[in-house]
């Protein structure tokens, strides 16, 4: 950084330069234009680079704090479908969660895809056979409720969500402020396994995908060993003694 200041106070110099040069020498201002064009470019390349490991350091930071960590939930939040009141998703009830928070920070609309949401949702439904629950919480405005409703009518988005005007699920767990950092990959004791969200970012959702399908091999595959281990170790009951019956020349196994 130090590096890059003090390149940045030689551009500053070599323009006033170039502007004081130019006016008596040409060929002078060309060279001081030159030199003063490949600095810029040089802070450019190190400013994006700063900035691209202070990016990952933030990520790293982010993932190492939250992996891991039990999601709390209130209890009593009202979840609605299309703007109406239904039955609320069960917390416990599935092996994968999907969690997705959503602030009343900016602009609630603007950074949500539900039509993308829909795609993941049936997809999921699909390949893992209802393993996996999609919990969406909302800290709406009141001026943003009836906006937000209507953007479920308009989507045709029909699963229930949580209305948490009080915030109540962010104050339990005091979640990053980034939005790409506001939902989570829990699993079955809703611990977060994963963090990104799926619908700003394909890649994301591949690995969520990927987890879940490896986890569910682990999970068959040790079912199957642990099958195949209690099938090895029955063994048949000892074979009973037989007695001979009078003098006869046949045995009879008498019980």
């Known amino acids: 950084m130090i590096f890059v200041i003090f390149l ?17 020498n040409k060929k002078m201002a060309n060279k001081l234009q030159n030199r003063a064009y ?29 992996t891991g960590k039990e999601i709390q ?11 109406q009141d239904t039955v609320c998703i ?6 994968y ?5 959503v602030d009343s920070v900016g602009c609630i609309s603007c950074r949500l895809r539900l039509t993308e949401w829909k795609r993941i949702i049936a997809e999921a439904d699909t390949l893992f ?7 969406f919480f909302f800290q709406p405005k009141k001026r ?27 104050k339990l767990n005091k979640f990053p402020s980034q939005t790409e950092y506001q939902c989570f990959l829990l699993d079955i004791d809703n611990k977060v396994v994963l963090i990104g969200n799926p619908s700003l970012n394909t890649g994301i959702w591949q690995l969520f995908k990927r987890y879940i399908s490896e986890r569910d091999s682990k999970l068959t595959q040790g079912k199957k060993e642990e099958s195949l281990s209690l099938s090895n170790s029955t063994t048949l ?19």
């Not at 323009?15 to 008596?24: A, D, P, R, Y």
């Not at 939930?73 to 703007?83: N, R």
């Not at 969660?97 to 928070?101: A, E, G, H």
């Not at 009973?240 to 009078?246: D, V």
Request: charged fraction near 25%.
């Open 97 to 101: 969660k999907i969690l997705l928070y």
């Open 38 to 66: 490949c600095l810029y470019l040089i802070i450019m390349l190190l400013f994006l680079c700063s900035c691209k490991d202070v990016r990952e350091q933030s990520i790293r930071q982010v993932v190492a704090e939250w």
């Open 73 to 83: 939930f209130p209890e009593g939040t009202p979840c609605q479908s299309l703007g």
């Open 8 to 24: 940045f106070k030689n551009l500053v110099i070599k323009s006033f330069l170039l502007i004081f040069v130019g006016k008596f």
């Open 144 to 170: 943003d409720e009836r906006e937000l409703q209507y953007m479920f009518r308009n989507n045709g988005f029909r699963h229930p969500v949580f209305i948490d005007t009080k915030n109540e699920i962010n």
């Open 237 to 255: 009951p000892p074979d009973l003694p037989s007695k001979k019956k009078g003098g006869g020349k046949d045995n009879e196994l008498i019980l």
């Open 129 to 135: 056979a209802g393993e996996v629950d999609f919990l």
């Open 90 to 95: 069960d917390f416990s009830n599935q092996t």
